[in-house]
């Protein structure tokens, strides 16, 4: 997860740790906490050209200025490589879900981002 926003030191925190905490199925979002200040105010644009060129990566999380607005925290995921640009969010306690799945091709990106709601987050897929 790429940090663009700098402002708010103690949101950055409390993202990492919800993204990071064991959910409670026992799964975790394997993801490194990224907070890099050259990586201030940098667009999506410029992250996806830099993801598109650092080879095997098929998403990227960032945590930016609208993530950071939100008591939910919800963090921008973006496609590299199938719709590359495609986006939604997702809050930091559902991220163990498209982390895992996306990691090892389980579901598809398209699965997540259409599951979103109609403010485009997605929040977990709804219990049976």
């Not at 790429?2 to 979002?29: K, L, M, P």
């Not at 996806?48 to 921008?76: H, K, N, Y």
Request: some cysteine; overall charge negative.
């Amino acid at each position: 997860m790429i940090r663009t926003d700098f402002s708010d030191e103690a949101a950055w925190s409390d993202v990492c740790a919800r993204a990071q905490a064991v959910s409670n199925e026992g799964f975790q979002a394997c993801i490194e906490c990224v907070s890099d200040p050259a990586y201030d105010g940098v667009s999506v644009a410029q992250l996806l050209a830099l993801a598109a060129r650092g080879g095997d990566r098929t998403f990227i999380f960032i945590a930016d200025q609208t993530t950071f607005a939100s008591q939910e925290r919800p963090v921008l995921v973006v496609d590299v490589r199938t719709e590359p640009g495609r986006m939604f969010r997702v809050i930091p306690q559902a991220m163990w879900c498209v982390e895992n799945n996306l990691s090892i091709a389980n579901m598809d990106y398209a699965e997540f981002a259409d599951n979103a709601d109609a403010d485009g987050i997605f929040r977990g897929f709804p219990s049976t």
